[in-house]
């Protein structure tokens, strides 16, 4: 099994300012044949299901802010958000989907305003 | 627009077993994808249980393995989620989801339904 570590377990970040989330595998995610990270970020808000915002790393779903940008590869991976509005207060969670349609997610991180 | 539905009862008695249906609409399920389970404990973070594909092949969360039978009924666009010997653990907002037949990413999820185990 791919075990999601997510760091920090919360955060709280001043409105305007930049706000950064860590996730590692216990193993890789990279697939060597297609060079491509199965590594997906999703915002929860609070009563919401989980929404897409970011896989293959780094490419941004349809309709997300540019604001939101995630890096990596490997094992380690960012989620960075810039600029950090009210409505970005959620939870974030890292997913890997590797071993998909078998995934798993990250403990999830709390996101606050400061 | 892809959208999920769950139906079922909000509440099991423990031992029993938890039955939901997940409806989907402006989609066809036989298209492809697979279409799985994830719960969420109150207050904690997501757990994937299952997914399906539309061929029928299953693939499950080996801690719940034993408990779990994920179906399709093409039929009617449906797949369903038992889970069987329920304790008061398996509480939790249930959400089914399709994931991206190009990323392999649950990409549509429903809004959730709250599963209390309790007697």
């Known amino acids: 099994d791919i075990v999601m570590t997510q760091s920090p377990d919360s955060l709280a970040v001043s409105l305007g300012e930049r706000a950064t989330i860590n996730c590692k595998s216990s193993?890789?995610?990279?697939?060597?044949?297609?060079?491509?990270?199965?590594l997906a970020w999703y915002q929860q808000r609070p009563g919401q299901p989980p929404k897409l915002l970011i896989y293959w790393a780094s490419t941004r779903e349809s309709g997300v802010p540019d604001r939101f940008s995630g890096s990596g590869s490997g094992t380690d991976f960012t989620l960075t958000i810039n600029s950090l509005q009210a409505e970005d207060v959620a939870v974030y969670y890292c997913?890997?989907?590797?071993?998909?349609?078998?995934?798993?997610f990250g403990q999830g991180t709390k996101l606050e305003i400061k | 627009q892809v959208q999920l539905q769950e139906s079922g009862p909000g509440l099991v008695k423990p031992s029993e077993t938890l039955s939901l249906t997940c409806t989907v609409s402006?989609?066809?399920?036989?298209?492809?994808?697979?279409w799985g389970w994830i719960r969420q404990p109150p207050g904690k973070g997501l757990e994937w249980i299952g997914s399906i594909y539309h061929s029928g092949s299953t693939y499950y969360n080996p801690s719940l393995k034993i408990r779990v039978t994920i179906s399709v009924d093409m039929s009617k666009n449906q797949f369903s989620l038992k889970l069987s010997s329920v304790t008061a653990a398996d509480t939790a907002v249930y959400y089914c989801?399709?994931?991206?037949?190009?990323?392999?990413?649950?990409?549509?999820w429903s809004q959730g339904t709250l599963v209390t185990v309790s007697s």
């Open positions: 989801a399709r994931d991206s037949a190009v990323t392999g990413v649950p990409d549509f």
């Open positions: 997913q890997q989907y590797y071993s998909t349609p078998m995934y798993s």
């Open positions: 193993q890789t995610v990279l697939y060597s044949s297609n060079n491509k990270n199965y």
């Open positions: 402006g989609y066809s399920i036989s298209s492809g994808s697979y």
